[in-house]
Structure formats: structure tokens, C-alpha cells
């Protein structure tokens, strides 16, 4: 499983790898040199660097290093001291590239707070509860699994401390613990009860979702229980004994992200992980600017299909991804002088999830572990080429879809120390390290960001009480904000030393001869400048400008190959050069049309002096015309036509300079032309288009393009008034006739412009005639409606009465009688018999 064939075989690799390519000699007089990072705590060693961050150099092709290195760090929670020993080799390809290797071959970690930790509390592990008792601790978990487990399965349930029996790995199957029940004794105790550590169900995925273990993991999912940090004792009841009950506790687990099962107060482990990767730089190798990425790959030959490797894990090797970790850093680093270089790096570690098929139930996800996203900056000091300080800070920010950590740290590191180089191809390191923001007692009493969520749940299922409101939920917690029972970690501090051993090319000679500086560019910012036209002409394409550059840029590119401070000297054929450096203004204003010829000497100071040269033609306008006065046009249209009355649009156009014989197009938005087109005045048609409105648009030909040819005019279309039925009865009464006649005299008052149409048929010859009469006559002697405005109609004769009253607006044509349903011959009336006088009547 630890074999050192990977190495060979990755090292075989990148020895093949190394194809010829150019080489970059280093400068013989520069003191600063090349070393492999140490990593640890985050950021993975191997690539060049300081400690714990990359820096912007690569090695060169046929250059490589091997590292070995003892690395002392602190982490939480569970106040953790880790002592890694990586191993790496990196070697050069090109100017731009090297590959690395790196194992860690050795790791011990002493755990000095472990009730702080969930691992302590697995089936297989026990605390210390003083100096001579040993059990296992009170937990926070998913209910058992069982034939008589009652309500308790599903549930977060409160599991007493010493109440696990010791079950090892893979835990299935093995005793829950009694949980303080009896057959038969207790309000909730019942015959059989047989509590058992259950099958994983759920999760699986490499990257989500941790799975749930009954009797074992927290009840919020994962193999790791919840914690608790102090119990009471509540009072018997008339039907129980006094029973412990939490008071200070969490449902999800607490865990240290780079070993969370360790459950060994000290454990040790070898080759706990392996790294491949490159560190790739896209700038230049001698440029004091380097910009690059990192792409690595991390895997763990410790993982928890089998006892053997889950008990690795227990002693701390690592947190067994199950396909390896993919992650990639980005560095920047800056050259600011001889002995002072920064350097930064900013990256995101993708971390698998724990998997294993040893819990039941296929295959599950023992943790969803966190990503990391890394950052630091470093400073380096290279005094000489044998001494180099170093001072750095990084941080590690667990993020991404993960299992929630009760207690979490994002650690902050601190490092200083200093490298020594006897030779540019070996040497030691050393460094005092510190963890910035440890949990500690201040960091309780002093920051407030530090968050814990204790008492997560209002209520916890306890066996023989049921579902029990905890008292003090609201936190508690000790005088200085911490959680009660929690334990502060101490002593935040850690050290290393490194040993590395290589080859490195020989480096270009101290003192050279003096070279020529080298002019890469010499350019105007145009080549060519464009007189405009004179005052009385203009361009007939439009392309030529308005008024003339009078100056254009100058801008030389030049480098040195000994560094030495460049001098720039222009002169010009014609015009004035202002300005001075690599960017200068030659002025061009009274030159007339030519070619002129700008010059430059690059001087380096030592003797050395580079020449190159440009030109800028000054050219006359080449399609200048003369100006035009531009005709003007207009079109004139009535404000409002009548719907079916003609539309007309008249074209006014104004001669411009030249005269030009101008010709008519015209297009209309609705209608039809019906005389007209080709001439300065047409007609429209408005026939059926009442309410629109219609725009005449006339082109006119023969002008210049550069003006105006085009104009319109819109003319709304007034719809024609029609007249509407307003009321019709039969043969009704008059005192109900009245009533209709009273609404249609308001309807005509209402309608002042509007006159009144009555539409009378008849049963018999003259009656249509002689209801209609009656009606005007209510209508004008009672209404005081104007005669005038009404008119009766003889609508001829019909099977029975019938009268029509109509509203006819002003301009709408009256309407006729609807002869449809007449009655030829129409029948005389009959006369109503005369009464005889009676006696006494005159």
C-alpha cells in the first residue's frame, strides 16, 4: 500500500518528460536562489517556493531538488499538534514548466483536547474521565437500529456516557448499549428491548451527501456522532428515577478537517498521501513579474474499505478521499528589488469524500468533507546568495457542500525563518510557525466572529423520559462566552527545519561584455495624415476629415540585455519632435503634402548606441468637391378629411445650388393614389379609413445624396356619423307612449347637433302616419323640442303598429323605411262607431 514504486514510477515519468527546449541562464549576479516549499497545513509541498508559499520562479530545464523536511503545526478543533514529514522531488523541463512529486512519509498527531472531538466518540473509542476511568462519552445520535427499539429509532437520542460497549470497526451489528433500559423496568422500558448499531442508508456520492448511521453517526448525517459537553440530573418523577440529561450538546459532529477519525490520543502513520502536479509560469524567465498556476493531484493510500485502513485513519493518516483530491493554486510573485521579492497565492482544493462498503446497505459516504480554498502572502529577503529571511501568512477557508462542523477553524499561520544556501544547489531551512487564531480562551473573550452552535436541538429523545426540553437551551455557557464543558486549546505554536539537495545549471557570468540595446519597435501612431478640403469644398465620400492632425505619437520599444538605463535622441525631417523618453509628440502643423522621415538613437550610456527610423506621409484629401447648398423639402396636407372624401399632398421643394431637375416618388402609409404620382401634388383615396390617419412620404430625385430628399405629411381620416335606432313600441297605450317620447326628447336635448327621425307603419292606411304625427306633435308642444329637428317618415303599411324612434347625428343621412315586411294592399282604417247623444247632452 506504501510502496515506493509510485515515486519511481512518477519520477520515471517526468524524466522522460524533460525534452529538449531553449534555456534561460540565471543572472550570475543575482542572490536570490531555488528551493522546494515544505506545504503542510494546506498548501502541499514540492513546487518551488519559500515554506509554505509558492513563489514565481521555476526551475530551469535539467535542474531538479530533492526535499525532505520536519513540519510541526497546530490545528483545531480538539487542539491538535501534527508533526508532518513530506518528501519531494521537482525537476525542470523548460524555461516555464517543472514537475513535482511529493509523499508524506511520516505524520504524528498528539490530540490534547479529544472530548472536543466526535472521532473519540465511535463505537470502538473511549475517554478518559479522570486519571483511572476509562469509557466511552456521553453523544449526540441517529437512534438505534433494533427489534425493540420503540421510538427511539429516527430520532436524536441522548446516549449516556459509559453505555457503549466496545464494538470495532466496521460496527454493524454490535451493541448500541442499553441506554439506561430494562426489560420491563421504567415508564418507556419494554420486554426484548435489543438496541443495534444499524446500516449506513443514503449518501454515496464522492462530492455530497454524507450517508446516516443508526446508533452511530450524528443525526444530521455522517459517521461521526454529536458531542456533548456537560449533563444534569433531573429529578424522579413519580413514575422514574433521577436521570442525566444533556445540557450542553450538539447534533452535528465536531471534526479536524485533515484527520477526522483520529481517535488516538497520539497516533502515527506513514506515506498518508501522495501529490503529482506541475507549476506552470507564463511569463517570461528573467521578467520580475511571474504569474502562473499550479495544478496538482492528491490521493490516500489509506481509506476505510478494510479494518486495516480505517484503523490508519484512526491513528491520523488522513482523511481518506475516496478518488483523490484535484486542486489548483495560482501565484504571483513580484521582484521589487536586489533582496526584496513578494510573493501571493490564491487556490481551491476539490476534496472527495470518505466512501466504504463495509457498513451495510452498498456503498456509503462516512463524511462530506469540506473544500478548501487557500490564500497567503510571503516576503523574502535574499540578503546574498546564502542567506534568505523569510516571513509568510496563509490561510485555509473550509467551503463548498460539506458536513457541518460544530466547532469549525479556518486556520490562520504565521511563519518566520530564514533559508541557507552554502551552495546555489543545497541547503537548510528552518522556521518558527504559530496559529493565529486558535480556540483558545481569548479568542473566546475577545473576538466576537468566533461561533459556536451548541444546543442545536430545543429538545433531545432521553431514554426513560422520552422527548425532554433541556434546560438552558439558550446556550450556555461559561463567564467568557464559550460553550459550557468546551475545552480552550494551548499552546498554538510549532516549528521545522528542511533539508534539500539538487542541481542547478551553471549561471551566465557575473561581469559580460556590453551589448547594444535593442530597439523591438519604432512607430508613429498613423502612418499617414489626411489634409481636409478647403473652405469651399467638402468630401464626397464623407472620409476625409474636418480639420488636420497636427501631431502624432511617437513610441519606441528598447530593452537592454545588461540592464543599463537607456537615453533616447529623435530627430525629424521636417516638423518638431517635443518630449522625451520612449514615448515623445511630433509636431507636423505648415508641413506641406510629402513624406518626412522621424529618427531615433537609443543610447545604453556604455558606448552602445541602437538606431531605427519611421515615416508619416502627409496626403491631400482625394475626392474634395465643391460645396453644395442643399434644396429644402416640405409637403402640406389638409389638418383632417372626411372618410371617403379625397386626401391631397402637395410637395414644396426649394432649388439649392446647383439647380437641379427634380423628380416626384410618392408612397403612402393606407389608401390608394388615384392621380397624381410623378408630380408635387397627389390624391389619396379615403375610402374605409375612418379613423386612421394616412402619411404621404415623397423622394425626390436628383439631389445630391449628402442631402436631405425626403419629407411627409400625415392627415387624420374622420369616420362618417351614422344614425342609430334609439327606441321602437307597438300599439301601446299613450300614457306609455309619452313615457318613451319623454327619454328620446332628453336623448335629443343631450345631442343638440343631432335632429330626430320617427318612423311610423301602420295597420291601416293612414294610421302609421297619424301615430307618427301625434308623437312629433308630444314631442315639439310638450318637450319644447324644435318642429325642425323632426321629422316623420311613413314607414307604409304592416300586419300591426309598429313606430320607430331615431337619433340621426349631424352629417349622417336619415335613415329609410324598412319596406321588408310591408302589407300590399294596405286595408282602409275603419271609422270607430259615434255614440248616440243622450238626453241633456248638447
Not at 523536511?69 to 522531488?89: E, Q
Not at 415508564?187 to 446508533?215: H, Y
Not at 483520529?262 to 511569463?283: C, D, H, M, P, Q
Not at 442643399?630 to 402640406?636: A, D, K, N, Q, Y
Request: hydrophobic share 35%.
Amino acid at each position: 500500500m506504501r510502496s515506493p514504486k509510485i515515486i519511481l514510477c512518477a519520477l520515471a515519468i517526468f524524466l522522460l518528460a524533460s525534452v529538449a527546449f531553449a534555456q534561460t541562464l540565471r543572472p550570475g549576479n543575482d542572490p536570490r536562489n531555488q528551493s522546494p516549499s515544505v506545504g503542510t497545513g494546506g498548501p502541499e509541498g514540492g513546487p518551488t517556493g519559500l515554506f509554505t508559499i509558492y513563489d514565481g520562479d521555476t526551475l530551469r530545464k535539467g535542474e531538479f531538488t530533492f526535499s525532505i523536511a520536519y513540519s510541526n503545526f497546530d490545528r483545531d478543533p480538539g487542539d491538535v499538534d501534527i508533526v508532518d514529514v513530506p518528501l519531494s522531488f521537482n525537476i525542470g523541463i523548460n524555461d516555464h514548466i517543472e514537475l513535482f512529486v511529493k509523499t508524506n512519509g511520516y505524520r504524528g498527531i498528539k490530540v490534547n483536547n479529544p472530548r472536543n472531538l466526535s472521532s473519540f466518540y465511535l463505537p470502538n473509542s473511549q475517554l478518559y474521565f479522570n486519571a483511572t476511568t476509562l469509557g466511552s462519552g456521553p453523544a449526540i445520535i441517529l437512534g438505534p437500529s433494533g427489534p425493540n427499539v420503540g421510538t427511539m429509532a429516527g430520532q436524536p437520542v441522548f446516549r449516556p456516557a459509559f453505555n457503549q460497549p466496545f464494538v470495532q470497526f466496521p460496527f454493524v451489528g454490535g451493541s448500541a448499549g442499553t441506554f439506561g433500559l430494562t426489560p420491563g423496568g421504567g415508564l418507556f422500558g419494554f420486554p426484548g428491548f435489543d438496541a443495534r448499531l444499524g446500516p449506513a442508508t443514503g449518501g454515496g456520492g464522492s462530492f455530497s451527501g454524507a450517508s446516516r448511521f443508526p446508533g452511530i453517526g450524528s443525526p444530521n448525517g455522517s459517521i461521526l456522532p454529536g458531542i456533548v459537553l456537560a449533563t444534569t440530573t433531573l429529578p424522579a418523577t413519580a413514575l422514574t428515577l433521577p436521570i442525566t440529561v444533556p445540557v450542553s450538546f450538539t447534533s452535528d459532529p465536531s471534526y479536524l478537517p485533515d484527520a477526522p477519525f483520529v481517535n488516538r490520543l497520539y497516533g502515527e502513520s506513514s506515506f498518508t498521501n501522495f501529490v503529482v502536479g506541475a507549476k506552470i509560469r507564463f511569463t517570461g524567465p528573467n521578467n520580475p513579474l511571474g504569474i502562473g498556476i499550479i495544478p496538482f493531484y492528491r490521493w490516500y493510500p489509506d481509506k476505510a474499505g478494510d479494518f486495516s485502513g480505517f484503523n490508519q485513519m484512526q491513528r491520523g493518516a488522513g482523511p481518506g478521499g475516496d478518488i483523490g483530491d484535484f486542486g489548483l493554486v495560482g501565484f504571483l510573485s513580484a521582484r521589487l528589488s536586489r533582496s526584496v521579492n513578494i510573493s501571493a497565492n490564491f487556490g481551491y482544493i476539490l476534496n472527495s469524500n470518505p466512501k466504504s462498503d463495509a457498513f451495510g446497505g452498498g456503498e456509503s459516504t462516512l463524511l462530506d468533507r469540506p473544500d478548501e480554498i487557500l490564500a497567503g502572502v510571503g516576503f523574502d529577503f535574499p540578503l546574498n546568495k546564502y542567506w534568505q529571511p523569510i516571513f509568510e501568512v496563509k490561510s485555509v477557508q473550509y467551503v463548498g457542500s460539506r458536513t457541518t462542523n460544530a466547532f469549525p477553524q479556518n486556520p490562520v499561520d504565521g511563519l518566520a525563518g530564514i533559508k541557507f544556501y552554502p551552495a546555489r544547489w543545497w541547503g537548510l531551512g528552518a522556521w518558527y510557525r504559530r496559529n493565529l487564531n486558535p480556540q483558545s480562551e481569548k479568542h473566546f473573550s475577545s473576538d466576537g466572529d468566533f461561533n459556536v452552535p451548541i444546543n442545536q436541538l430545543s429538545g433531545v429523545f432521553v431514554p426513560g423520559r422520552g422527548i425532554v426540553i433541556v434546560p438552558g437551551t439558550t446556550r450556555p455557557a461559561t463567564a467568557n462566552g464559550a460553550p459550557l464543558g468546551f475545552q480552550f486549546s494551548e499552546d498554538p505554536q510549532g516549528f521545522g527545519f528542511q533539508f534539500f539537495v539538487g542541481h542547478r545549471n551553471q549561471r551566465e557570468p557575473d561581469v559580460l561584455p556590453n551589448q547594444a540595446p535593442v530597439i523591438s519597435s519604432f512607430a508613429a501612431s498613423t502612418s499617414t495624415v489626411t489634409v481636409p478640403c478647403g473652405p469651399d469644398q467638402h468630401s464626397s465620400s464623407g472620409n476625409c476629415p474636418s480639420s488636420m492632425t497636427s501631431s502624432v505619437g511617437l513610441t519606441t520599444t528598447a530593452t537592454d540585455p545588461d540592464g543599463d538605463t537607456l537615453l533616447y535622441t529623435y530627430s525629424a525631417t521636417g516638423g518638431r519632435i517635443t518630449g522625451e523618453g520612449s514615448n515623445v509628440t511630433w509636431d507636423l502643423s505648415g508641413l506641406a503634402p510629402g513624406t518626412y522621415t522621424a529618427s531615433v538613437e537609443v543610447d545604453d550610456g556604455c558606448g552602445c548606441v541602437s538606431f531605427s527610423s519611421t515615416t508619416v506621409t502627409i496626403a491631400n484629401c482625394p475626392d474634395c468637391v465643391p460645396n453644395l447648398v442643399c434644396p429644402t423639402v416640405t409637403v402640406s396636407c389638409a389638418d383632417a378629411v372626411k372618410e371617403g372624401d379625397p386626401a391631397t399632398f402637395t410637395a414644396n421643394f426649394a432649388q439649392g445650388t446647383p439647380t437641379v431637375s427634380e423628380t416626384y416618388n410618392w408612397t403612402v402609409s393606407a389608401g390608394t393614389i388615384t392621380s397624381g404620382q410623378g408630380t408635387s401634388s397627389i390624391t389619396v383615396d379615403t375610402k374605409g379609413l375612418g379613423g386612421q390617419s394616412v402619411t404621404a412620404t415623397v423622394e425626390v430625385g436628383g439631389v445630391d445624396p449628402t442631402c436631405n430628399r425626403t419629407a411627409s405629411c400625415t392627415t387624420p381620416v374622420q369616420p362618417n356619423p351614422i344614425p342609430r335606432k334609439f327606441d321602437e313600441y307597438g300599439n301601446i297605450r299613450f300614457n306609455d307612449e309619452k313615457a318613451r317620447l319623454d327619454n328620446y326628447a332628453i336623448q335629443l336635448q343631450n345631442e343638440p347637433s343631432s335632429t330626430g327621425v320617427i318612423i311610423a307603419y301602420g295597420a291601416c292606411d293612414t294610421e302609421g302616419m297619424t301615430r307618427g304625427n301625434r308623437a312629433k306633435d308630444y314631442l315639439v308642444n310638450t318637450r319644447g323640442i324644435d318642429a325642425g329637428r323632426i321629422t316623420v317618415v311613413d314607414g307604409g303599411c304592416r300586419s300591426e303598429l309598429h313606430v320607430e324612434l331615431w337619433i340621426v347625428p349631424s352629417g349622417a343621412t336619415a335613415p329609410a323605411a324598412d319596406m321588408s315586411g310591408a302589407v300590399s294592399p294596405c286595408p282602409e282604417c275603419k271609422r270607430k262607431p259615434r255614440r248616440p247623444r243622450r238626453r241633456g247632452e248638447e
